[in-house]
């Protein structure tokens, strides 16, 4: 049974509890540990639980008609329901001539836009990558310094020119319906870049780089903006895949990497190194991927908890 949007406000009411509309099934968990950062009990409805909403506006632009039906009702009740969409980098793409409307999505109450491209990218930071470092090795959270952070980290952050380049590539796909783009690059889709796709498709990017630094000096895209328009599915991927194949180097770390700080166990044992990996995680990328959207970072999410909190 679908539900009417109407009719979720009028529940959210009645029973004291927030309901929180967003873009898909698989967003529930990751909105249901921030809401629990946020301190709030609240009950979260994946947009195609909604009833009555144009399928063809997209999930996002179905949550933008949710709150722009309920907006007479806000004066009312102001505070038992929430949309929340990503950014999709919307700032820098035209609205569709199709729906008009949603271009005053930035002025409806009720309705969180991510400041990012998708909720994701919350997710990659030096905290939670602290965390998952936890979790696949034997070293304790409060062993893992700036140092070695950093060293994890590292083969991401050279990654960030081939994921500017390869975002203006979706975007001016986006933007120019005509447009064709390397390798057929878009936002329509969730693939995961290895090494190989890399090495194949960025000499063919940096081939159009005066091309693609033009249509961003149109848009006033730079550098800083890569995380409003690189797509959150392969910032994350990227952020732990290069993690992982870092601290698989670290078998023995101690005596490779010296200017690393040694773990406490080769302190002790050098032949049982706490920087080793419990599994060969290599192969399960994904598990740790999935893994790394179960930390909220507090920092990171506030502009999320922020929202939630002013519910109920």
């Known amino acids: 049974m679908k539900y009417d949007i109407h009719e979720v406000l009028d529940m959210a009411f009645r029973e004291k509890m927030p309901r929180i509309v967003v873009e898909g099934d698989d967003d529930r968990l990751i909105y249901t540990k921030i809401a629990e950062k946020a301190g709030k009990t609240v009950e979260i409805y994946p947009v195609e639980w909604i009833d009555g909403l144009a399928k063809e506006r997209g999930n996002c632009g179905m949550i933008i008609q949710a709150m722009q039906q309920l907006q ?4 009312e009740n102001p505070k038992w329901i929430l949309g929340i969409i990503d950014a999709d980098a919307r700032d820098f793409r035209p609205i569709s001539p199709k729906f008009p409307d949603e271009g005053n999505f930035r002025s409806l109450f009720n309705l969180l836009v991510l400041k990012y491209y998708s909720v994701e990218t919350y997710f990659a930071n030096a905290e939670n990558l602290k965390k998952l470092f936890a979790f696949m090795s034997y070293a304790l959270e409060v062993e ?5 952070l950093q060293f994890l980290a590292e083969n991401h952050e050279n990654d960030t020119e081939f994921y500017y380049y390869l975002s203006l590539e979706a975007l001016k796909r986006a933007n120019e319906d005509t447009y064709i783009s390397v390798g057929n690059i878009s936002y329509g889709g969730d693939e995961r870049f290895d090494e190989t796709y890399k ?17 961003a000096l149109q848009k006033n895209i730079s550098l800083t903006h890569l ?17 992982v194949f870092q ?11 010296p200017h690393l700080p040694k773990c406490a166990n080769c302190e002790v044992d050098k032949s049982k190194c706490n920087y080793r990996m419990k599994q060969p995680y290599k192969s399960a990328i994904s598990l740790l991927y999935n893994q790394m959207l179960t930390y909220v970072n507090e920092s ?13």
């Open 72 to 75: 007479p009702k806000f004066e």
């Open 144 to 148: 893992i310094g700036a140092e070695m």
């Open 199 to 215: 090495q194949r498709i960025f000499p063919k990017l940096q081939a159009k780089k005066v091309d693609l630094d033009t249509f």
């Open 227 to 243: 995380k409003q328009i690189c797509k959150g599915k392969w910032y994350l991927w990227n952020y732990v895949y290069r993690a």
């Open 247 to 257: 601290v698989d180097k670290l078998i023995k770390a101690c005596e490779k990497y």
């Open 300 to 312: 990171e999410c506030e502009d999320i908890i922020n929202a939630m909190k002013q519910l109920g």
